[in-house]
T-cell receptor, first 116, second 114 residues
């Protein structure tokens, strides 16, 4: 079972470059999330999606864009990377049961991004 | 604004000890609370999920309790093993319409010494 897969796992960028992180889940989950993890700050929600074609801002959305054109994929884009975006990025998904979000999250293994 | 705190930040115990990890949160109006395990360089694995109407959940050697009124949760690990060494994260869910937004603590780094 693949679960939640993130690509790439590692990337080094120069300031001002752009890139896209891809998250794919094979569990037919309705909800998908992008978090960043920084030392001493825990995980913080960047953007999320409640279904195909929908996206919404989380706690720290500035400098990022997202798209969810297919139910199984959630893309996180950095248009002009900054050193402050050096972090480990995690994608997660959750499913609906009884008409409501169960709230149980399944995480990918993370993508480590360094911006020089 | 919901804030989640985990104390201690790090803990070292000898193998076989029972231990308790603590999580506190400031807003008691939560949807659920989850405990995760994170191994170095890896993603998060969900250990236990407690809904707001529940008091505790158990899985094997793990038991998580929830006291909403006091804003506290504990994760009890029985008979600890070196393989339990990892960072344990607590996350509180605040249901916001269609989705459950998790607020994470900064974790407790557990080392179980053989």
């Amino acid at each position: 079972n693949a679960g939640v897969t993130q690509t790439p796992k590692f990337r080094v960028l120069k300031t001002g470059q752009s890139m896209t992180l891809l998250c794919a889940q094979d569990m037919n989950h309705e909800y998908m999330y992008w978090y960043r993890q920084d030392p001493g700050m825990g995980l913080r929600l960047i953007h999320y999606s409640v279904g195909e074609g929908t996206t919404a801002k989380g706690e720290v959305p500035d400098g990022y864009n997202v798209s969810r054109l297919k139910k199984q994929n959630f893309l996180l884009g950095l248009e002009s990377a900054a050193p402050s975006q050096t972090s480990v990025y995690f994608c997660a998904s959750s499913f609906k049961a009884g008409g409501k979000n169960t709230g149980e999250l399944f995480f990918g293994e993370g993508s480590r991004l360094t911006v020089l | 604004k919901q804030e989640v705190t985990q104390i201690p930040a790090a803990l070292s115990v000898p193998e076989g000890e029972n231990l308790v990890l603590n999580c506190s949160f400031t807003d008691s109006a939560i949807y659920n609370l989850q405990w995760f395990r994170q191994d170095p360089g890896k993603g998060l694995t969900s250990l236990l999920l407690i809904q707001s109407s529940q008091r505790e959940q158990t899985s094997g050697r793990l038991n998580a309790s929830l006291d909403k009124s006091s804003g506290r949760s504990t994760l009890y690990i029985a008979a600890s093993q070196p393989g339990d060494s990892a960072t344990y994260l607590c996350a509180v869910g605040n249901y916001g319409g269609a989705t459950n937004k998790l607020i994470f603590g900064t974790g407790t780094l557990l080392a179980v010494q053989p």
